[in-house]
Structure formats: C-alpha cells, structure tokens
C-alpha cells in the first residue's frame, strides 16, 4: 500500500525580548494539539483525520531562537501542556512555561539589578545577565524521564537560531579594475547561525553541517545552550555571548555558500564567536526555513508550493512583534533620542516587508503568521486589539514581562488562545482543494471539520484538526485586577529606585575608575556628579521613564 502523504511544517519564531512567554503558548498548544490528534490515530478513534503533519524545522532569533531550542530539547521528555486547570507543580514541570513564564522569580528585574556580575574592572552589560545562565541550564539539562519522539517531530528534527557575529566573515567580491591588488573588493558579513539537528542511534550523521545534538546523553547540549544564549544577547542591555563550534560545521553548512563559496575548508580548527542578539541582523528567518523544507520535500516546486492545490508544506511564523514594538512618541531629549536611535536601526535591520505581506496574503499557502489578538468590552460592543498592544510583556520595548510575572502569564494564555484560533479558523485548506494529503486524510469528514467563511461563505478544512476536548474558548486568567488584563502599580515601580540606584552607581564607578584613574581633577568631579545627581537621574529620569511606558501601554494600576 502506497504510504500516506505527509504534509511538513517549517516553524519560524521572531525576535520578542520578554514576550517570548507569547510565543511559547503558541508553542504548548500547538504540541498539545498534534499529541491529541496523534494519540486518537493510533487509538484509531473514529470520526478522525488521517493524514499526517511533521514538524522538520524550528528555528528563530533571540527570544525564538531560545525557544526553539527549549522545544527541541523538550521533545522527548514527559510533561503535559499548561491550562487554566494546571496545578503549580505540573506548570513547574513543562519546559516552555517554567522557561518563560515562572523563569528564575516572579520579579526578574529585580535580579537584573543585582550587581554581582560587575567585577572590578569590567561591566559586560547594562542588567546582570545570569538569570538566563540559570534558565537555560534548567531548561536544556539532561532529560531523565525520557519518552519516544513524538510522529508528528521530524526523526532528524532541526533547530537553529540566528546570531549576529561581532567579528563576522570577511569575503570578497571581484570587480573589474585596472589595477590588479584592487580587483578584489573586500567585504564582511556579522550574519551567522547555529545550526543543530536531534542525533537518534538509527540514524547516523552526515555531513550537512547541522551540529548533532542528543539532550539525554549530552552530546553538544552545551553548544546548543550556549547558541540560546548568544541568540538572546539584546546589544548592551544584557551580555554577549561566546560560542564555540567545530570547523567542520561551518565548512559543511551551505547557508554560508554566498560567504564561502565552494570552499570546504574555510575553518581547520574550533572556531569561537562572540555573539549579540541574533534579531539584529535577522530577526525572522523565514528563508532559511523554506530553503530545508525544499530540501526535505524531494518534489516541492516553488510555485506549487504556495498553491492550496498543490502545496505539501508551509512555514508559521510566530511574531509578538509584527508592526513593532509601539512605544512610538515625539519626545525629543537626549534619553528617547538614543532609544529611538536604537530603536531604529534595530527596525530597519530586521526589516523584511515583503515577507510580512506575503504571510498576511490569504491566496499563498507557503506561509501564515500567528501574531497577538485580543478583544476587550467597550461600552456594548467589542474592540479588537492587536500587535504589541495586545500583549502586557509588549511595553519598554518587549522588557515589561520582566517586571512582573502575571505580565507573563497573561501572554502565555493569549499565545494558546491565538494558536487554538489560527488552528480552527487560519491554517486551513478549501474544502474543495484536490490536494492528496486533505483529499484522503478528511475522507467522509469533510461536513464534521469544514468551517465557513462568514464573509465569503466558502468552506476550509483545517491542516491541524482540533477536537472538542482541546478547545478552550476564549479565556483567560483572572489577575488581582479582577479582570483579564494585568498591572502594575506605581508603588512598585518606585521600589526599583534603590537597586537600580546602586546598579548605575556600581557601573560608573567600575567605568569611570578605568578611564579617568589617571585623572586628578576629574575623579572629584565624579565624585560630585555622583552624590548630587545620581538619586535625581534615577528618580525622575528612569523610573519616570518607566511610569510613563507602563501607563501609555495600559498596564499602570490606576
């Protein structure tokens, strides 16, 4: 009997600081959903679809990229996906949501204060940057209880994250020139990737430049945890990482043929980076996912690809951030001119219109987009919010879930929410499609699945089924507001003051002793700069600043 024809999923997660606790709800409720359709096939439970759907590819930058490897290395273990229901115990024991949402304490920015990362001569970043060293070590340990890799994960399940490369790749390109020595023109490129894919005894490596990991013997486990950091490194804010890797991958891997050329040999030893936050340079990898899953889908023709008729694979986005991060004033002080110029030059580097518009365009079936939505009463009828301001982790610039954990939670339990709807209603085929895989996978069930569009009335099925026991509806938690929507209060943002005091201070002593020790008249000037203005620039520069994002963003408790 000729095997089933599997549809393949390509899952690109984009760049969102703290907001990365919406992307892995979108990731929990995705797994739960391809478990439960899983598990009713191989109970062969009637009235179920039988086609089947693999995930081949994960990958990301900064937040996505630490959340595609936490998935990967998830893969086989044993923990149940986080509900409303969820005791705290069971919440602690599934990886995406211990990760994201309970991370290292409810209050992480206070860690982020703490100054004993700052030695006496160096300051590596502006916050202390260790509780992601704890996160990742819990995160990526050894698994213990492990289980078999679930059917709808790819048995050679790849993963990478982006990295922006402070060192780069220096190449060169030729150009016609009467003067020979001047015919090569020389350049360098700071985008680089780190690449893995899931090592299983049956399989053996070959040499495709994707570093083998295996999570419960420990083979490059490290090397994977230090890429999840490195991708997260956000420029100055937290600290740049380093990350070793063998020549040989980066010689074999063929993202770098536009740098290398043909040239296997490139790299004859251990190459080590240092890394800042992979979104800088390519925060939504889409292309790099599309380019393995035409590896992986030996007939795929790129125009039939994004034809419902004729497609056997897709890429998902998942972007907290589609239209930016929202903090948009005209104020013009030296403070949000910097921020703005951040702001910026990050916008602009991660740029890719064209990408987002073909995601949004409902007739190309090689790509969707899951972003935030929410809905809120105002008066009687209901309001539609999406993008950033739709989730409480979108204020600060995607910093704000650090200062409170119910700003995690609620994005978390919007992510799943947003997943079950893009399910049920998004990721669809028409229902009239002659495509094989939906053909024969909704033989005799087109009527149970179909949903209608209500402006068109036209009818799709969905390429994920969702069942009644795994819809949830639209809810979330109630938070101490009494309402579904969390905050802060001004009273405990003003408790900041004293840590984020001593921090500025630890670092401008540590910097200012650096440079001016050979200074006589200057260091008492410091010295004055410090008692005098310190507590004013704390006070009512930064925790201001803060106040007036919480507020603009809806979260300050009034």
Same mark, same amino acid.
Request: one cysteine or more; proline letters at 4%; a negative charge.
């Given at each position: 009997?000729?095997?089933?024809?599997?549809?393949?999923?390509?899952?690109?997660?984009?760049?969102?600081?703290?907001?990365?606790?919406?992307?892995?709800?979108?990731?929990?409720?995705?797994?739960? @959903?391809?478990?439960?359709?899983?598990?009713?096939?191989?109970?062969?439970?009637?009235?179920?679809?039988?086609?089947?759907?693999?995930?081949?590819?994960?990958?990301?930058?900064?937040?996505?990229?630490?959340?595609?490897?936490?998935?990967?290395?998830? @893969?086989?273990?044993? $923990?149940?996906?986080?509900?409303?229901?969820?005791?705290?115990?069971?919440?602690?024991?599934?990886?995406?949501?211990?990760?994201?949402?309970?991370?290292?304490?409810?209050?992480?920015?206070?860690?982020?204060?703490? &100054?004993?990362?700052?030695?006496?001569?160096?300051?590596?970043?502006?916050?202390?940057?260790?509780?992601?060293?704890?996160?990742?070590?819990?995160?990526? @340990?050894?698994?213990?209880?492990?289980?078999?890799?679930?059917?709808?994960?790819?048995?050679?399940?790849?993963?990478?994250?982006?990295?922006?490369?402070?060192?780069?790749?220096?190449?060169?390109?030729?150009?016609?020139?009467?003067?020979?020595?001047?015919?090569?023109?020389?350049?360098?490129?700071?985008?680089?990737?780190?690449? $893995?894919?899931?090592?299983?005894?049956?399989?053996?490596?070959?040499?495709?430049?994707?570093?083998?990991?295996?999570?419960?013997?420990?083979?490059?486990?490290?090397?994977?945890?230090?890429?999840?950091?490195?991708?997260? @490194?956000?420029?100055?804010?937290?600290?740049?990482?380093?990350?070793?890797?063998?020549?040989?991958?980066?010689?074999?891997?063929?993202?770098?043929?536009?740098?290398?050329?043909?040239?296997?040999?490139?790299?004859?030893?251990?190459?080590?980076?240092?890394?800042?936050?992979?979104?800088?340079?390519?925060?939504?990898?889409?292309?790099?996912?599309?380019?393995?899953?035409?590896?992986?889908?030996?007939?795929?023709?790129?125009?039939?690809?994004?034809?419902?008729?004729?497609?056997?694979? &897709?890429?998902?986005?998942? *972007?907290?951030?589609?239209?930016?991060?929202?903090?948009?004033?005209?104020?013009?002080?030296?403070?949000?001119?910097?921020?703005?110029?951040?702001?910026?030059?990050? *916008?602009?580097?991660?740029?890719?219109?064209?990408?987002?518009?073909?995601?949004? *365009?409902?007739?190309?079936?090689?790509?969707?987009?899951?972003?935030?939505?929410?809905?809120?009463?105002?008066?009687?009828?209901?309001?539609?919010?999406?993008?950033?301001?739709?989730?409480?982790?979108?204020?600060?610039?995607?910093?704000?879930?650090? $200062?409170?954990?119910?700003?995690?939670?609620?994005?978390?339990?919007?992510?799943?929410?947003?997943?079950?709807?893009?399910?049920?209603?998004?990721? &669809?085929?028409?229902?009239?499609?002659?495509?094989?895989?939906?053909?024969?996978?909704?033989?005799?069930?087109?009527?149970?699945?179909?949903?209608? *569009?209500?402006?068109?009335?036209?009818?799709?099925?969905?390429?994920?089924?969702?069942?009644?026991?795994? &819809?949830?509806?639209?809810?979330?938690?109630?938070?101490k507001t009494n309402s579904n929507w969390p905050s802060i209060s001004e009273k405990k943002v003003?408790?900041?003051?004293?840590?984020?005091?001593?921090?500025?201070?630890?670092?401008?002593?540590?910097?200012?002793?650096?440079?001016?020790?050979?200074?006589?008249?200057?260091?008492?000037? $410091?010295?004055?700069?410090?008692?005098?203005?310190?507590?004013?620039?704390?006070?009512?520069?930064?925790?201001?600043?803060?106040?007036?994002?919480?507020?603009?963003?809806?979260?300050?408790?009034?």
């Amino acid at each position: 009997m000729e095997p089933k024809p599997t549809f393949k999923i390509g899952l690109c997660m984009a760049g969102a600081v703290s907001a990365g606790a919406y992307t892995a709800g979108v990731v929990d409720y995705l797994l739960e @959903a391809l478990n439960h359709w899983e598990e009713r096939k191989r109970n062969s439970v009637p009235g179920t679809p039988t086609h089947n759907v693999v995930i081949e590819i994960i990958g990301g930058a900064s937040a996505g990229g630490m959340t595609a490897v936490i998935a990967a290395a998830s @893969a086989c273990k044993r $923990f149940k996906p986080v509900t409303l229901n969820s005791t705290a115990e069971e919440r602690a024991k599934n990886p995406l949501y211990d990760s994201w949402v309970n991370m290292t304490s409810n209050d992480v920015f206070l860690e982020m204060l703490n &100054t004993d990362d700052i030695d006496d001569k160096n300051v590596y970043s502006l916050m202390n940057s260790l509780f992601i060293d704890k996160i990742a070590e819990k995160a990526l @340990a050894p698994t213990t209880d492990k289980q078999d890799l679930p059917k709808f994960l790819s048995p050679d399940l790849k993963f990478f994250t982006t990295l922006t490369n402070t060192q780069g790749f220096e190449y060169s390109a030729g150009f016609n020139s009467g003067n020979e020595e001047e015919s090569s023109y020389k350049l360098k490129t700071h985008r680089d990737f780190a690449c $893995f894919k899931l090592q299983n005894d049956d399989s053996p490596f070959v040499n495709d430049g994707w570093i083998p990991v295996d999570f419960s013997t420990g083979l490059n486990s490290r090397v994977a945890m230090d890429a999840a950091m490195s991708t997260g @490194a956000f420029p100055v804010g937290l600290k740049a990482r380093k990350l070793v890797r063998e020549g040989e991958y980066l010689n074999q891997l063929d993202w770098y043929a536009d740098v290398f050329g043909k040239k296997k040999d490139a790299f004859t030893k251990s190459y080590t980076s240092l890394n800042i936050d992979g979104g800088v340079i390519d925060n939504e990898p889409f292309e790099l996912i599309r380019k393995e899953l035409a590896k992986s889908c030996k007939s795929c023709n790129e125009i039939e690809e994004t034809s419902f008729d004729h497609f056997s694979s &897709t890429t998902i986005m998942v *972007d907290p951030f589609p239209l930016g991060s929202g903090d948009a004033n005209d104020e013009s002080d030296i403070v949000s001119i910097i921020g703005k110029t951040i702001g910026v030059m990050l *916008d602009e580097s991660r740029s890719k219109p064209s990408l987002i518009y073909e995601a949004l *365009d409902a007739s190309n079936a090689s790509r969707f987009l899951i972003s935030p939505v929410r809905y809120v009463m105002n008066g009687s009828s209901e309001e539609k919010i999406s993008g950033s301001t739709a989730i409480a982790c979108g204020a600060i610039g995607g910093f704000s879930g650090f $200062f409170s954990k119910e700003f995690r939670v609620h994005d978390f339990f919007l992510g799943r929410l947003n997943c079950e709807k893009f399910l049920r209603d998004y990721l &669809t085929v028409p229902a009239d499609s002659s495509n094989r895989i939906f053909t024969e996978g909704y033989a005799d069930l087109v009527d149970s699945f179909a949903v209608t *569009d209500k402006k068109t009335g036209k009818k799709y099925l969905p390429i994920i089924p969702v069942f009644p026991e795994v &819809t949830y509806g639209y809810s979330l938690p109630v938070f101490k507001t009494n309402s579904n929507w969390p905050s802060i209060s001004e009273k405990k943002v003003e408790l900041f003051s004293s840590p984020l005091k001593s921090r500025i201070d630890k670092i401008f002593c540590v910097l200012m002793s650096r440079y001016l020790s050979s200074s006589v008249w200057l260091k008492p000037l $410091f010295w004055i700069i410090r008692r005098s203005f310190l507590n004013a620039i704390v006070k009512n520069m930064v925790i201001n600043k803060l106040l007036s994002a919480f507020e603009s963003h809806g979260l300050l408790a009034k």
